[in-house]
């Protein structure tokens, strides 16, 4: 049974850095089937896929658009984990944020979320 | 403004049969498959549904879904108390180059 245990600030001051921690249990970081997602969902914006990064041959990212200048993912194979780093956040960036896993077409295993608040 | 587009809400008595529709384009559902999740209040999305219409192992057999075309939609039937949440679409997005959702629909069993 795969599961995936967020940790991370709750609260960060606008112009900084947002840092989430997914650590994965039940399957591999580096695992050449699935890949490893952030969402956030927020009253406004509803659900939002921001990123992924996956193992083939090579590591690769995926970021949506919206914050492709501002974030990053990376996997930690160390530690069997990935991370999100989202620099310069405004209270727009306010939102429960998700690491899932997705293997095929389907986002499968969903962490616990983590309600990160922008705020001086 | 989500990218798949669902009614905003639903609702029915226990019993009953309720459709809840999802319309995308071709970029989304013209050529991957949907996905259906279930939120619960202060909890994660769950895979309700994934590959148009398979359950996941644990999901009752009351809820099915279907595609046709760039539409899908999902059926609960023989409504429970316990069905009242929130649900979303999703499929991946080829113009987008990323995952997409629906605005969720909230579903109230009176």
């Known amino acids: 049974q795969v599961q995936l245990q967020q940790s991370g600030p709750g609260l960060v001051k606008p112009s900084q850095t947002l840092s989430l921690t997914c650590a994965i249990s039940g399957d591999s970081v580096s695992s050449k089937r699935v890949a490893w997602n952030w969402i956030r969902q927020s009253p406004s914006r509803g659900l939002e896929w921001l990123g992924r990064?996956?193992?083939?041959?090579?590591?690769?990212?995926d970021y949506t658009l919206s914050v492709k200048s501002r974030i990053t993912i990376n996997p930690d194979t160390s530690k069997n984990q990935f991370s999100l780093q989202l620099n310069s956040v405004t209270p727009e960036d306010t939102a429960v944020y998700y690491c899932a896993r997705n293997m095929g077409g389907t986002l499968d295993y969903w962490g616990q979320g983590t309600l990160v608040t922008v705020s001086s | 403004q989500s990218v798949l587009t669902q009614p905003p809400s639903a609702s029915g008595t226990p019993g009953q049969r309720v459709t809840i529709s999802c319309s995308g384009s071709?970029?989304?559902?013209?050529?991957?498959?949907v996905d259906w999740y279930q939120q619960l209040p202060g909890t994660a999305p769950k895979v309700l549904i994934c590959?148009?219409?398979q359950r996941p192992s644990g999901v009752p057999d009351r809820f099915s879904g279907s595609k046709s075309g760039t539409s899908a939609s999902l059926t609960i039937s023989g409504l429970q108390s316990e069905d009242e949440a929130d649900y979303y679409c999703s499929a991946w997005d080829d113009s987008l180059q990323g995952w997409v959702f629906g605005g969720g629909t909230k579903l109230t069993v009176l």
């Open positions: 990064t996956y193992y083939r041959s090579k590591w690769n990212n």
């Open positions: 590959n148009n219409n």
């Open positions: 071709n970029s989304n559902f013209g050529s991957y498959t």
